[in-house]
C-alpha cells in the first residue's frame, strides 16, 4: 500500500473560524492600515446615527415642558448628529472602497495562484471539487465583501445596544424586545446555508448548462453544431439541464423566505407590544413614548440592515471563506511529506510494483497489479486500446495523481517522497491538446523550462 498524500479529510469543508480568519489574515498582510482605518470608521459611525432617537425624545420633552434650553440642546444635536452620520458615512465609503479595491486583487491572486500551482489535477477533473470550485470562483471576485460584511454588522450591531440602553432607562422589560428579534436573527444564519447546500447538490446540473450554452453560441464548436444539426438537441438539453438546477434552488429560496416572513412578523408584534406597554401600561410621557417609536423604528433598520448583512456572510462570504481554506487545504496536503531531492541523473530507472488506481468518487480500478520497469536510457512505448489505462498510467508518472495501491519507484525512491514541483523539472511533455500562447516561437517554447528560456 502506498501512503496516502492527503491525510487531512479533504472531502469536508473547514470549520468556519479558522477559514474566515485566514481569510481576514490575508487582508490585513495586503493591507493592514487600510483593514484598520475600515474598523475605526465602523465603530465612529455607529453613535451619532443611534443617538438620534434620544435627540428627538429630548426635543419632545422640550416641546411639552416649554423648555427653550431642552429644545436647542435637541436641535443642537440632531445638527451633530446628522452631521457626523454623513461625514462618517462618506469617510467610511472611500476608506472602504480603497481597501476592498487593493485587498480583492490579493484575493483573487491569492486563488489562482493556489488552483495554478497545486501539483495534482484531481481538482481539474473530480466532479464534486468541481463543484465546489466552480461556486468558488463565481464568489471570489467579490470576496472583498466579507470585510465589508463584518465591519456593518459590527456596526448594526453597536447601533443596536445603543437603543437597547435608551430602552432600559425607561423600563428594564423593554430589553425583551432584543428576544423578538432572535428568530430573525436565527433564520437568516440558516436560510443561507440550506439554499447553498441545494445549490452545491444541483450544481453539476447548473454546470452542464453553460458547457451546453457555450457549446451552442460560440464560434470554435460552431462547425460541429451546424453539420451535425444538433442546435435543436442542445437547446433541449440546455432547458433540462437549467430546470434540473433551478427547480431545487427556487423551492429552497422559496420556502426559506416564508421562514423569514414568519420571523419579521414575530419581531413586528414584539415592536408593536412594546409600544403599548409604554404608551399605556407605564402611562409615559409623550418622550418616552417618542424615544420608544423613533428608537424601535431605528431598532427595526438596524436590524433589517444587519440580517441581511448576516445573510450575505453566512451564505456567500462565510461559504467562500471556508472553499478557499479548502483551496488552501488541498494545496498544502499534496506535498506536505515531500522532502526527498529528485535525482541529478536517472541511473537505474522507475519501477511500478503492485499499481493499482481507481479516480476518486469510482469503484472501478482502471489500473490493477502493474508491474513494470523503465530502465535508463531507455526509449520506451505505451500501446493499446482507447480506455487501456496508457494516459492514466503517464499521469501517474507525473504525480498529477497518487496510486490507490502500490508504489512508484525512482532509482529506488518513492516518488510520493519527492516534491511534484521538483519532480516536474526532471520531465517534458508534448500534448495532443495546445494551447497557442500569443508570443514570438522562442518565448513560446521557453515557456515549457522558464528558468532557461
Known sequence: MTRSSN??????????????????????DAEPKLLVASFAMT???????????????????????GSRTKVMWAGLGLAVSATFTWFFGVLFERVERRFRDRVSIALESHVA????????????????????????????????HLFLSLFSILGWLIRFAIILVLFATIHPALLLVMFFALPMILVASWRPAVQREVEESVAVHNRLARHVFVTATTAPPGKEVRLSGLSSQLIEDRRN??????????????????????????FGLGYVGAIVFV????????????????????????????????????????DSSRRLGWLERFAESIDEDADTPAPELLRSGISFSDVSFKYPGTDKLVLEDVNLMLPAGAV??????NGAGKTTLVKLLARMYQPTEGQITV?????????SSEWRTRLAGAFQDFFQFELPALHSVGVGDHPAM
Open 380 to 385: 520506451v512505448a505505451i500501446v493499446g486500446e
Open 411 to 419: 532509482d529506488g525512491i518513492d516518488l510520493s517522497t519527492i516534491p
Open 43 to 65: 465603530l465612529f459611525s455607529a453613535l451619532p446615527d443611534a443617538l438620534i432617537a434620544l435627540w428627538l425624545a429630548i426635543l419632545a420633552d422640550g416641546v411639552s415642558e
Open 279 to 318: 404608551a399605556s401600561g407605564l402611562e409615559a410621557s409623550a418622550a418616552e413614548v417618542l424615544l420608544v417609536i423613533a428608537g424601535g423604528g431605528r431598532l427595526s433598520m438596524y436590524l433589517g440592515a444587519a440580517v441581511a448583512e448576516l445573510g450575505f456572510l453566512r451564505g456567500i462570504w462565510i
Open 113 to 144: 495562484k493556489l488552483q495554478a500551482s497545486v501539483a495534482t489535477v484531481e481538482h481539474h477533473e473530480r466532479p464534486d471539487y468541481l463543484d465546489r470550485l466552480a461556486v468558488l470562483r463565481d464568489q471570489v471576485f467579490a470576496l472583498d
Open 7 to 28: 491525510p487531512i479529510d479533504l472531502d469536508e469543508l473547514p470549520p468556519t473560524l479558522p477559514s474566515l480568519w485566514r481569510t481576514i489574515k490575508i487582508g490585513y
Open 241 to 266: 439541464a437549467w430546470h434540473q438546477w433551478y427547480e431545487p434552488v427556487g423551492h429552497a429560496q422559496l420556502v426559506s423566505a416564508a421562514w423569514n416572513a414568519a420571523a419579521w412578523a414575530i
